[in-house]
């Protein structure tokens, strides 16, 4: 019996039972369509972190800290003189210190101060953060109104404000743009509001960002000597030069607090990229095993494919005797059992395929249109060939496996008691 014939035999004896092929499928059909969709959805989303985390790969944080031994030397602040020193080193591409605390800012007019007994007067406790004008892009944030303050703003410690998105609300109303050119009073100095962040979580959100000069003399006291600072980015030239930046920014801080013993390290140097290597590790350690778990259904197919033939190679114990009667070999009765099997799986294979790639699709398309920002603005999911071809061979491989045992059953009847079967 030449393939094409058993081929057409399978369809019609699937034909003959559509309600029951159809439900047999339907395990291989959601099982495929899972792992195709589970992968590229994996995919997509190690894809958003990595392009979420690239640009801060190269990032290093420099904060103070006490002396964890006690009776320790005294901890030295993190200055001024740490960051001049800091900035010579060659692989050191950008650099942002903030001087950082709490204050409680008033909205009121320039021509008359603001007091807790002024009418219309709004409170609110922020946090302040005195920073450098590439405090932006060193931060990746972004603003939704106004501008942010310029190098001549900076250098010239200019009473200019940006507001976090929360501060803005309490103060100005929901409209960001209604803040912009605004007085808003900060302890006892008055500060013009240019500019209101995006939102960029919940801590950054009640923030209010100046040049650092005007923070330490308008807002926290400390006069012209103070150079004092609460932390230190530091971004490295490339990925590569991190750990060769950070051992020479310790080397340093050392130097300049005279610690000649690591434990007494009055400042710690944290390194954002490897704590991103965990995590990215971890979310693609959670996409491939996802996939696993659709697999499951894959599985759960290919029982019902075995269930299927069992029950058909029962239903049709005397149409196997009457064939083996007339001569058909135990290999044509094996050939045609298990290509019904394969065509089974074979065609929920191809309509899982389908639906998976069709959902992926559709996925693309509709993205764009639901308004995802954030994480998700970047999620893409990967339609890829190597997901759809293994998932398509396992759901064939499941077909031969399960309908092996069935088959090797008809093949092995004998056409009399076949032939006698009720």
Do not use: C
Not at 225 to 233: C, M, N, R, T, V
Not at 318 to 344: C, N, P, W
């Amino acid at each position: 019996m030449i393939l094409r014939d058993i081929l057409l035999i399978a369809l019609r004896g699937l034909r003959s039972h559509k309600m029951r092929s159809a439900l047999t499928m339907l395990g291989l059909v959601i099982g495929v369509a899972a792992v195709i969709l589970l992968t590229s959805f994996g995919q997509g989303v190690a894809g958003s972190v990595n392009a979420a985390v690239e640009p801060i790969a190269n990032s290093i944080t420099v904060v103070p800290k006490l002396s964890p031994i006690p009776g320790g030397p005294s901890a030295k602040p993190l200055t001024d003189e740490d960051m001049a020193d800091i900035a010579k080193i060659p692989q050191v591409a950008q650099m942002v210190p903030l001087v950082t605390g709490a204050s409680t800012g008033a909205a009121g007019s320039v021509a008359k101060a603001v007091t807790a007994s002024t009418p219309g007067a709004q409170f609110l406790s922020a946090s302040v953060s005195g920073t450098t004008y590439n405090y932006l892009a060193a931060q990746q944030k972004t603003l939704i109104a106004g501008q942010f303050f310029s190098e001549a703003q900076d250098r010239s410690g200019a009473n200019v404000v940006v507001l976090g998105p929360l501060v803005s609300k309490a103060l100005y109303g929901p409209d960001p743009n209604a803040a912009v050119g605004q007085t808003l009073r900060l302890n006892h100095a008055l500060f013009k509001v240019i500019g209101v962040l995006k939102s960029f979580g919940a801590s950054g959100d009640n923030a209010v960002v100046m040049p650092i000069k005007a923070a330490r003399s308008g807002v926290f006291g400390y006069g012209k000597g103070g150079d004092e600072l609460s932390s230190l980015s530091v971004k490295a030239t490339s990925t590569a030069q991190v750990k060769a930046v950070e051992a020479q920014i310790t080397q340093i801080l050392r130097t300049n607090h005279h610690v000649t013993d690591p434990q007494y390290d009055d400042f710690q140097v944290q390194d954002l990229g490897s704590r991103l290597t965990t995590f990215t590790s971890l979310i693609q350690l959670i996409t491939n095993f996802v996939p696993a778990i659709a697999a499951v259904s894959l599985l759960v197919g290919g029982i019902g494919v075995l269930n299927i033939m069992l029950v058909s190679v029962t239903d049709r114990t005397r149409e196997i005797g009457t064939r083996k009667a007339v001569g058909a070999s135990d290999s044509a009765i094996l050939s045609q059992f298990v290509m019904e099997a394969i065509t089974l799986a074979g065609l929920g294979g191809l309509i899982g395929v389908g639906i998976g790639v069709g959902l992926i699709l559709l996925t693309k398309v509709l993205i764009p249109y639901v308004g995802a920002s954030g994480f998700l603005s970047s999620f893409d999911p990967v339609l890829a060939a190597p997901p759809i071809v293994i998932a398509f061979v396992i759901s064939l491989a499941i077909g031969l496996l399960a309908g092996g045992y069935p088959a090797w059953r008809a093949a092995r009847l004998e056409p009399i008691e076949a032939l006698r079967y009720e």
